[in-house]
C-alpha cells in the first residue's frame, strides 16, 4: 500500500480504485486537471456546507463524488446508470459472505 510519511494514501481498495479511475479518464482526454480540481472542490464544499468536519477521513468519498459528478457532466455515464451500479453493489454486498470479494457483473454499457 502506498503511504506519505504519517498514513497510508490509501486506506481501503475502492479508493486506489477511485483515483486510478480520475487518472485513466483525465490521460485520454476527457477532462482537463483544472476541471477535474473544479469538480473535486466543489463536493468538498458541498459535504463541508453539509456539515462534514473535514477531518480527513472522507476526502476519498468526495472523490468519488466528484468523478460521478464530472462522469456525469461530460456524458460518460448517466445518472440511471450510477443508481443502478450503486443498487447491484448493495445487492452483491448483501449476497457475499463476509470475508470473500464482492463480485458485480459487468454491462454492455460499461465496455
Known sequence: MLRDDAAPV??????????AMT???????LFTWTEWADHLNQAIADAQSAGDPDRGDTYYAHW???????STAK???TS???TRRRDEWDEAARATPHGHPIELGRHAEDE
Open 64 to 70: 468519488l463524488t466528484a468523478l460521478e459528478r464530472i
Open 23 to 29: 487518472l485513466a479518464l483525465h490521460e485520454r482526454g
Open 75 to 77: 456524458g460518460l455515464v
Open 10 to 19: 490509501f486506506t481501503a481498495p475502492w479508493q486506489a480504485q477511485a483515483f
Open 80 to 82: 440511471a446508470m450510477l
